[in-house]
């Protein structure tokens, strides 16, 4: 009895918090602030995985100097600067010297990144240094560069900025690519079929085209198809109830937050892996294989429970999980009616 008063004050406390207190807190940041350190939990874990991925993002550009994430990103703003109009003769100053510090650390163990990535990275500082004038700054750096020697496999193809040709460009009409996105729907019913790896990867090497803030792609993605480990991550998304055990595989987009040096990027492992999430679907349905979009939304219990199943790591964030399989011919889809064009957009 005792048990079911106190559960029923608790019940009526929550209440409290979620629907009578808020309207108390909206005056100011600061109270807005006070609420949820006092009365909700909500954005724990997000201040926590920020927080966590900002020291680890830090430690490693400040003390060990060999952040991927501040080499990749410094090597993008590098790019702007090589396709600017007109390009200045002295740029970058504020970051190469960084830029060059990472550049040599991480670079000292062979094939460190994966080898496309390093001739972009190799390539770019060479044609900054190539086209750059004369500065005390600059040339210092650009002796260490030219002092580094790295095993980068040689092609005549250079990974520098580059213009468009229209020749280059694929034969796919508007007409075709909307039929596309009208034929592509949320499939809950699959083949009883083995997905093969190698689709997978193919359509992940479409996603892996998206832009992304600065080049960083601050995701991964973990694809799930064991059985035992399956049965544990499609129990946990809600909504799932009524065709969870006809799902063949899941894929689980993965947010690293140790990709940013700042909170106000913390956004942007959803901005960037929805970017590239909706290219993956896409390609999925060229390959013969259909998905389902499953939210995943920001409860704690589920949470601690998807972190121990994918062993992730304090700064990592599941963001979204996808159903993948064969469609069943057979299975039905939601017609799920759009918004009107004039309802969703506004010019000027």
Same mark, same amino acid.
């Given at each position: 009895?005792?048990?079911?008063?106190?559960?029923?004050?608790?019940?009526?406390?929550?209440?409290?918090?979620?629907?009578?207190?808020?309207?108390?807190?909206?005056?100011?940041?600061?109270?807005?602030?006070?609420?949820?350190?006092?009365?909700?939990?909500?954005?724990?874990?997000?201040?926590?995985?920020?927080?966590?991925?900002?020291?680890?993002?830090?430690?490693?550009?400040?003390?060990?100097?060999?952040?991927?994430? =501040?080499?990749?990103?410094?090597?993008?703003?590098?790019?702007?600067?090589?396709?600017?109009?007109?390009?200045?003769?002295?740029?970058?100053?504020?970051?190469?010297?960084?830029?060059?510090?990472? #550049?040599?650390?991480?670079?000292?163990?062979?094939?460190?990144?994966?080898?496309?990535?390093?001739?972009?990275?190799?390539?770019?500082?060479?044609?900054?240094?190539?086209?750059?004038?004369?500065?005390?700054?600059?040339?210092?750096?650009?002796?260490?560069?030219?002092? =580094?020697?790295? &095993?980068?496999?040689? =092609?005549?193809?250079?990974?520098?900025?580059? &213009?468009?040709?229209?020749?280059?460009?694929?034969?796919?009409?508007?007409?075709?690519?909307?039929?596309?996105?009208? #034929?592509?729907?949320?499939?809950?019913?699959?083949?009883?079929?083995?997905?093969?790896? #190698?689709?997978?990867?193919?359509?992940?090497?479409?996603?892996?085209?998206?832009?992304?803030?600065?080049?960083?792609?601050?995701?991964?993605?973990?694809?799930?198809?064991?059985?035992?480990?399956?049965?544990?991550? =499609?129990?946990?998304?809600?909504?799932?109830?009524?065709?969870?055990?006809?799902?063949?595989?899941?894929?689980?987009?993965?947010?690293?937050?140790?990709? #940013?040096?700042?909170?106000?990027?913390?956004?942007?492992?959803?901005?960037?892996?929805?970017?590239?999430?909706?290219?993956?679907?896409?390609?999925?349905?060229?390959?013969?294989?259909?998905?389902?979009?499953?939210?995943?939304?920001?409860?704690?219990?589920?949470?601690?429970?998807?972190?121990?199943?994918?062993?992730?790591?304090?700064?990592?964030?599941?963001?979204?999980?996808?159903?993948?399989?064969?469609?069943?011919?057979?299975?039905?889809?939601?017609?799920?009616?759009?918004?009107?064009?004039?309802?969703?957009?506004?010019?000027?």
């Amino acid at each position: 009895m005792l048990i079911k008063i106190i559960k029923k004050i608790i019940r009526k406390y929550r209440t409290f918090c979620d629907r009578i207190l808020p309207k108390y807190f909206i005056k100011s940041k600061l109270l807005s602030s006070i609420y949820y350190l006092f009365f909700s939990s909500q954005f724990k874990r997000e201040h926590h995985a920020v927080l966590v991925g900002k020291v680890k993002h830090t430690k490693e550009s400040l003390k060990n100097k060999d952040s991927f994430y =501040t080499l990749i990103r410094n090597i993008h703003r590098l790019e702007k600067g090589l396709l600017m109009r007109p390009r200045r003769d002295i740029f970058a100053l504020d970051f190469i010297v960084e830029t060059m510090n990472n #550049y040599v650390t991480i670079f000292k163990e062979e094939d460190y990144l994966p080898n496309s990535q390093v001739k972009w990275v190799y390539d770019v500082l060479n044609e900054y240094f190539s086209v750059t004038g004369d500065h005390p700054v600059i040339n210092k750096q650009r002796k260490i560069f030219e002092q =580094t020697s790295f &095993k980068v496999s040689i =092609t005549n193809k250079h990974s520098l900025p580059y &213009k468009r040709l229209e020749v280059d460009k694929p034969a796919i009409s508007y007409e075709d690519f909307y039929k596309l996105t009208k #034929y592509r729907r949320s499939v809950r019913w699959f083949l009883n079929k083995k997905v093969p790896h #190698y689709l997978i990867d193919k359509a992940i090497l479409a996603a892996n085209q998206s832009p992304s803030a600065c080049n960083r792609q601050p995701f991964e993605y973990r694809v799930v198809d064991n059985p035992e480990l399956l049965e544990k991550i =499609t129990s946990l998304p809600m909504g799932v109830g009524g065709y969870r055990e006809n799902i063949p595989m899941m894929i689980v987009a993965v947010g690293n937050l140790d990709a #940013y040096f700042d909170e106000r990027d913390r956004h942007l492992i959803y901005i960037d892996t929805s970017l590239a999430n909706m290219s993956l679907i896409f390609a999925l349905e060229t390959l013969g294989l259909s998905s389902c979009c499953i939210n995943w939304p920001d409860i704690e219990e589920l949470e601690k429970k998807m972190e121990i199943a994918l062993k992730l790591e304090k700064h990592q964030r599941a963001i979204m999980c996808l159903a993948v399989g064969y469609p069943d011919p057979e299975g039905m889809v939601a017609f799920s009616e759009k918004r009107n064009l004039d309802l969703i957009r506004k010019f000027n």
